[in-house]
């Protein structure tokens, strides 16, 4: 099979490549017009990173027609495993042999044991399974001496960690020190890790205080890292924040994960001071937090904002009754403050925040009054190209609308459609009741019809305040327009907008648009009765459409008739729309 498959690739590329081969061409010839062509060497690279090209030669983009070759591949065969390593697989795996002992097994492979040999083997544990493989460690350790190289010790470390045989990884520690072997960092940092993510922030607290003297192994900022980020993110207690910050300070040259890790554990136990200092030193030294830790930095600076009001209640104790009083917050404002300053300091570091982070501090600045400071952080993101800054931008118009600053509402709905922002509901129903409000009727119905054509579906919100506005410059036929849309829609009019507008029909003599609107009702709540199954109130709502005239149409007709044969309640229908049936029959005949 091996061979098929060498010979299919060479024939690919004998098709694909103008080159000269022999005859008979073989690995050896392939790798030497390799090694000749600069041109094949980069596509070998190309294949060695991004796996397997066709050769094409594709024409450039552009009014001449150039074309320029596209990296192609080179077969290169595949080396062969070593045969050693497949024999003590196979022997391993035989469940004849589950119960002989691996010292009589494997007898013939003493000779051969290496710490490259064993890390083969080591990479076959998804073949010999969980016990085959620490088996077999076992042995090779005993046979070695434990005197392995470090990629061998750490890739055990790592597959006893992911197993959470915690026992066994303590036992791999001491057996490779007792034996004057090598625990290197690397392998140190991973127990650590492994320890952490299951809660065992003890343990590995007391695994890197005794690294030194039990394994003569020196922390690095790997080791360092690994232990702040599990006193910092993985206790849930809050104690061990004093033991991060011992820690950190011992670390030579901080990097980012250091700092970061600090940042986070401080923010998730409430010291935001201590964070915003450690993110000043971050600063200074021209690092930048990772986003995470920005993100929970600024975050919490937030809520901070958020939980304390800008009024809050004082108890005085020092009368013979007590009493509150009302005095101005400072940390509300000052903890905005911070995160602002924060968002920018990370920002010239390269760095921007999660949209979620972003858009609630637009929304704090928004709440506190700060709408400036929010328009230039909302500029920023845009000229970032954020992604899911439509929050923003909503919070920020629906500010702006209710100050009644419209022009700077407009531009910023403006810049929404232009960046390929969709508004919602809620963005035009401020821009309409801000013009509603101010008597712009027009540039309200403006915002409707690109409301409509955007298809953005209004409510009945927006219908009501276009009505009503239109009511009170007295454009009565606009305002009996978007009623009966309104109710064409399914909404339900408010009694007193319906009072409204029924009111200046007659008022005007145009008695057959109130009762034609009255009609549209009647038949439009009888519908709405039927679809929710409320048969009594549609049995009623008809009786009292007959008993003043008015006749449903054939659909309305057909929605009464089949909630009630649905429900089984068909005879209680049935001698209600006989009665609909004769009246109708009879003013046929009158006419």
Known sequence: MLRIRKVFSLALALFHFPLRFSSNPNPKTLKTQARKSPQIQKSNALINSAGRFGDRRVPAAGPRSRYYPVPVPVPIPEEPSNPDVESICSLLSEPSNRSKDLDFLLKEFKQTLSSDFVLEILKKHRTLGKSKTLEFFSWAGFQLGFRLDDPVVDYMADFLGRRKLFDDLKWLLKAVSSNKGRVSTRTVSICIRFLGRQGRVEEALALFETMESEFNCFPDNLVFNNVLYVLCRKDSTGGFVDVAITIFRRIGHPDVHSYSNLIVGLCRFGRLANAVEVFHQMSVSNLAPTRYAANILIGQLCELGGRNQLIEKVKVKDWRRPFDILVPNIWAKSGIETAVEVLWAITKLGLLPSSHVVNGLVSELCRLGSIEEAIEILKMAENRKMRSIDESYT??????????????????????????????????????????KLGNVAEAQDYFDIMNKRRCEPDCVTYTMLIHANCANRKWEAAYELLMEMVGLGWNPHFGTYNLVNGFLKEYGRLDLSQKLERKMEVENLQAYCKAGKLEAAYDKLSSMLAKGFYPPVYARDAFEQAFRRSGRWKIAQELLARLDQIVSKNSSQA
């Open 395 to 436: 919070i920020v118009i629906r500010v702006l609308c209710g100050l009644r600053r419209m022009d700077e509402a407009c531009n910023l709905f403006g810049r929404m459609i232009f960046l390929g922002l969709k508004p919602k509901l809620i963005v035009y129903n401020s821009i309409i009741h801000s013009f509603c």
